[in-house]
């Protein structure tokens, strides 16, 4: 297994731009989650999905930031404009939830590192 | 939702020795506590979790405890080497949801 997939692996654009981050989560698993690092603030939780459907978007900056998941292996986080201030490295995690309920182990792509000018 | 708090922030060991990271949590709900390893400019992978119906979990050096009582769990690695030298992360998820809920990290550094 290829493991989560992440493009671009490193982004520079200037502050005003439109910035779109790309994840392809692990086959077969059925949850998503973005999540944003920086050294100030640690690691984040920004909104993760269950079987495609965002289930909890509260760690989601601003309305300048949006995330989709139009099917099980694709997921795009949008930030427009972007601002100094996302600079971060963006990891996008996926999981196979047990039917028990309750979480699955999370397995962290390697990362989008953006740099916002 | 839940809350980690995750002690110390920095520790640093002779090579050799032992090393412990304790996290808390304040949700009684919570049921399953991984810990992830950070290497610099890397992911962060999974090296150990428990699940609520265990209390230690030993993985060659590294071990997990657990108590839900005191609703603490903690990281302990034996034998530290210079490749053990990362940013650790504890989290807690409750149960029936999907989120982790993270511990703000503990950089550990072995000295050789």
């Known amino acids: 297994d290829a493991g989560v997939i992440q493009s671009p692996r490193h982004e520079v654009t200037e502050m005003g731009q439109e910035v779109t981050l790309r994840c392809k989560p692990i086959?077969?698993?059925?949850?998503l989650f973005w999540y944003r690092q920086t050294m100030m603030r640690g690691l984040e939780l920004l909104i993760y999905f269950n079987n495609n459907v965002p289930i909890d978007d509260s760690g989601m900056p601003e309305d300048r930031f949006s995330a989709k998941m139009p099917n099980a292996s694709f997921s795009t986080l949008k930030i427009q404009p972007s601002e100094p201030r996302d600079s971060a490295v963006y990891f996008c995690a996926s999981s196979l939830a047990p039917l028990s309920g309750g979480a699955g182990t999370q397995y962290f792509g390697p990362g989008t590192r953006l740099l916002v000018l | 939702g839940e809350n980690v708090e995750q002690h110390p922030s920095t520790l640093s060991v002779q090579e050799g020795d032992s090393a412990v990271i304790k996290c808390t949590y304040s949700d009684s709900a919570s049921n399953y506590f991984p810990w992830y390893k950070q290497e610099l400019g890397k992911r962060p992978q999974l090296i150990i979790d428990i699940r609520s119906n265990v209390g230690e979990k030993k993985d060659q050096r590294i071990a997990v405890t657990l108590n839900k009582t005191a609703k603490h769990f903690s990281l302990h690695i034996t034998e530290t080497q210079p490749e053990d030298s990362a940013v650790y992360f504890c989290a807690a998820s409750i149960r029936l949801r999907h989120q982790f809920y993270f511990g703000t990290g503990t950089s550990l550094t072995v000295i050789p």
């Open positions: 086959s077969g698993h059925n949850s």
